[in-house]
């Protein structure tokens, strides 16, 4: 690549497009922007689809204009490509997030994208069709649709919901239970095998808990015995299991669950509650001392978190959430949990965990992870503008000092040698060789003279652009700076509101942590009180 290629790319990459966004080979193109999409770079999306031909590369122009913000573009686009051929059911999908305020206009695009969609587009459209019956008072026309759908993870979410419905309203578990065995045979055919997994833990944790509610303990035991030992619902399921052994008196057997979920960060439902099951457990079975040990462990620990809590509130308010929760861990993705189930016995991943179920806090995570990627980018592009500027001084410096001087010694020369030719042409001989010889010489003198007055006003015209190309470079980096203070302003209040977001988490985990030591602290005074009056008795007879 020529100096002047690689300027202009700088140039043109420092103001938002590419020199090389295009290859000229339209398939090439589209399979980079898809790419860059799937990177999360919606900009370098947007340069690959400028010259867009195909509904393909529209819908893909639209993806990269929401993504970077142009939405008005983006819908316009989006509803030519509704009105098209191809694309109609995909492109109805993503105008339906623009228009959540109007149900009636969510609704038919809904509806286009299932009818006309395919794959997880139709599958999603038609979740949420159901979801908008469900939330509305229409259980039954929830269920048609859900009927309707392919086995997977959309439809075992939507069986889930109605679940969820059934066992808030019915006296009678039956109708609830149903809809979560549905739900679990939906998840199991799901082709994301880790997510159907996860999602079939989380339904076996909510069959145990209803089946534990209507007292129907063997029922319990067998949802909650086929809940995977490394999944994110474990230590729910084993607190809960625990429950159900007590209901059938076998308080060992529930001691060995609740010992199994302690194990586990206080962060996850079940942890608190299992280590209070414990002492209850050894009170049930008659062994005092030993309930009063796990109680007073259990108090030992309730503070120790809360002190874990405070320190984590530190670490926030000096570094920020993002650096000192996402950041530091190494992985900044929403989703980094579903990597690697270890992360389940690390108490800061584990409230991190917890934090990330919330959607608004995963959107509020997004955009600090956005904007942190998007200064990266500006910072890189500034130092390389910086790199040309300084190359540019260089070369124009050298021009000034070293041509010049230089074609002023070559015209010197020029000047000598003529006069030279001259004196040699007047003292030739007339029809010698000679004469002849001089004359190619100073045809020769005078081309190069001819080329010396060309090259100088190249060098003219060279120092012209480069000077152009100069300025532009300041302009560039002028422009520069001031996005890069704006989104420096947009990034400190993105990270404001997230600290603000998970500060306010931490304090009610810190609140949960006070009920749960309050409880304990009462166990401990019953046990204390109940050992008093038997003293009492027994020194009494």
């Known amino acids: 690549m020529t100096f002047k290629r690689w300027a202009l790319a700088v140039l043109f990459s420092a103001a938002g497009v590419s020199a090389y966004a295009q290859t000229g080979h339209p398939e090439l193109d589209r399979g980079l922007a898809q790419f860059a999409l799937g990177a999360g770079n919606g900009a370098l999306a947007l340069r690959y689809t400028q010259n867009a031909e195909t509904e393909q590369d529209y819908l893909l122009r639209a993806k990269a204009l929401l993504k970077t913000g142009g939405q008005s573009e983006a ?15 995909e492109a109805a999908f993503l105008k339906s997030s623009l228009v959540s305020n109007d149900q009636e206009e969510r609704r038919r695009l809904l509806q286009i994208a299932a009818q006309k969609g395919h794959g997880e587009v139709k599958q999603q459209a038609s979740y949420q069709l159901a ?18 759908m392919d086995t997977g993870y959309w439809a075992a979410l939507g069986y889930m919901n109605i679940a969820a ?10 109708r609830a239970l149903i809809s979560l065995r549905v739900a679990m045979a939906m998840a199991e055919e799901d082709p994301n095998k880790e997510r159907g997994e996860a999602l079939k833990a989380q339904l076996l944790v909510r069959a145990g808990l209803l089946a534990y509610e209507s007292e129907d303990y063997d029922k319990a035991i067998t949802f909650l015995e086929k809940v995977r030992l490394d999944s994110y619902s474990t230590p729910q399921g084993l607190y809960l299991h625990g429950l159900a052994l007590t209901g059938k008196g076998k308080h060992r057997d529930a001691m060995q669950s609740w010992h199994r979920a302690k194990k586990y960060p206080l962060a996850f439902s079940g942890v608190a509650e299992s280590w209070l099951g414990t002492g209850r457990g050894y009170d049930l079975t008659g062994y005092l001392g030993q309930a009063g040990e796990a109680f007073l462990s259990a108090s ?7 002190v874990t809590l405070r320190k984590l509130a530190d670490m926030v308010r000096e570094k920020g959430a993002y650096a000192a929760l996402l950041a530091d861990a190494g992985e900044t993705r929403a989703e980094w949990f579903l990597a690697d189930s270890r992360m389940l016995t690390q108490p800061r991943s584990a409230y991190l965990l917890r934090f990330m179920e919330n959607a608004g806090n995963q959107a509020a995570v997004h955009r600090v992870k956005e904007l942190d990627s998007m200064l990266a980018r500006m910072e890189r592009q500034e130092h390389t503008l910086k790199v040309l500027t300084s190359v540019l001084d260089e070369r124009l410096a050298n021009s000034a000092s070293d041509n010049k001087p230089a074609l002023g010694h070559v015209r010197t020369e020029i000047e000598s040698i003529s006069a030279r030719l001259i004196a040699a042409r007047q003292n030739a001989t007339p029809g010698s060789s000679s004469v002849e010889t001089i004359r190619h010489l100073a045809q020769t003198l005078k081309d190069l003279e001819t080329s010396t007055d060309r090259f100088d006003k190249r060098l003219h015209k060279r120092d012209q652009r480069l000077r152009v190309l100069h300025q532009k470079a300041s302009d560039a980096l002028e422009k520069l700076d001031h996005r890069k203070r704006k989104a420096t302003d947009v990034l400190r209040k993105a990270n404001a509101a997230l600290d603000q977001k998970f500060l306010a988490y931490i304090d009610q985990e810190s609140e949960r942590m006070l009920v749960a030591l309050e409880r304990a602290e009462q166990q401990i005074a019953h046990l204390y009180e109940y050992l008093a009056l038997q003293n009492l008795g027994g020194g009494s007879q």
């Open 165 to 174: 419905d059934y066992g808030s309203r019915d006296l009678n578990p039956s």
């Open 75 to 89: 819908v316009r686009l989006l509803d030519a490509l509704i009105e098209g051929d191809y694309y109609r059911g």
């Open 300 to 306: 030992a620990t309730y503070e120790s978190e809360r």
């Open 131 to 148: 979801e908008m019956a469900r939330t509305n008072g229409r259980p039954d026309t929830a269920g048609k649709i859900l009927a309707s």
